[in-house]
Nanobody
Framework: QVQLVESGGGLVQAGESLRLSCAAS????????MGWYRQAPGKQRELVATTMPGQSAVYGDSMKDRFVISRHNPTNSVDLQINGLKPEDTAVYYC??????????????WGQGTQVTVSS
């Protein structure tokens, strides 16, 4: 059973930085895309940033200036560095990955989410 476990969320003040981490575990043959989404109260889930093997990271709209994604293939993990946090960054941040655990399979997995709250 594949699992994604996030960590690093919390309550921070505007202007501070935060680093989120996500690690995949279980039966993993390979990981295709791996990245982060977020969902603010009353809003749709949106892409923050994602990575594909051998390609440059893709960032969501308005995300590239303060968000930095880094993927660590040997540990099946991905981090998200968020700088200059703003109250509008308050959301639940979800790790997402497309993982193959069996020849011919490729499934999308989501973490349980980690809350980031930014106070002004």
């Amino acid at each position: 059973q594949v699992q994604l476990v996030e960590s690093g969320g919390g309550l921070v003040q505007a202007g501070e930085s935060l680093r989120l981490s996500c690690a995949a575990s279980g039966r993993i043959r390979f990981i295709n895309s791996m990245g982060w989404y977020r969902q603010a109260p009353g809003k749709q889930r949106e892409l923050v940033a994602t990575t594909m093997p051998g390609q440059s990271a893709v960032y969501g709209d308005s995300m590239k200036d303060r968000f930095v994604i880094s993927r660590h293939n040997p540990t099946n993990s991905v981090d998200l560095q968020i700088n200059g946090l703003k109250p509008e960054d308050t959301a639940v941040y979800y790790c997402q990955a497309d993982i193959s655990d069996w020849p011919g399979s490729l499934l999308t997995y989501w973490g349980q989410g980690t809350q980031v709250t930014v106070s002004s």
